[in-house]
């Protein structure tokens, strides 16, 4: 069982940057594939980053370069920081564990607005 909580959303300006951030609790973090999602309003789920156990990184187009997701395995702790948020960054952010199955944290509103 791995359990998420996500934390870091919030409020920002076009330009801006924020950090979240996703405890694990789980006895096996060393070997699970993370990830976050995000969820604008109307739209599907889709592909932020992920990192796997061995540091791996994939980025969605929209992201790359702007975004980076990285992971403390001794905090048990994924990280995404966004640096020069877009309006159409605004969603809700979901951390995203794989081990046997696929598990989902309750996520955290971002909003880049003027």
């Known amino acids: 069982q791995v359990q998420l909580v996500e934390s870091g959303g919030g409020g920002v300006q076009p330009g801006g940057s924020l950090r979240l951030s996703c405890a694990a609790s789980?006895?096996?973090?060393?070997?699970?594939?993370m990830g976050w999602y995000r969820q604008a309003p109307g739209k599907q789920r889709e592909l932020v980053a992920t990192?796997?156990?061995?540091?791996?990184?994939n980025y969605a187009d929209s992201v790359k370069a702007r975004f980076t997701i990285s992971r403390d395995n001794a905090k048990k702790t994924v990280y995404l920081e966004m640096n020069s948020l877009k309006p159409e960054d605004t969603a809700v952010y979901y951390c995203?564990?794989?081990?046997?199955?696929?598990?989902w944290g309750q996520g955290t509103q971002v909003t880049v607005s003027s």
């Open positions: 995203y564990a794989r081990w046997t199955t696929n598990y």
């Open positions: 789980t006895t096996v973090f060393n070997l699970l594939t």
């Open positions: 990192i796997t156990s061995g540091g791996s990184t």
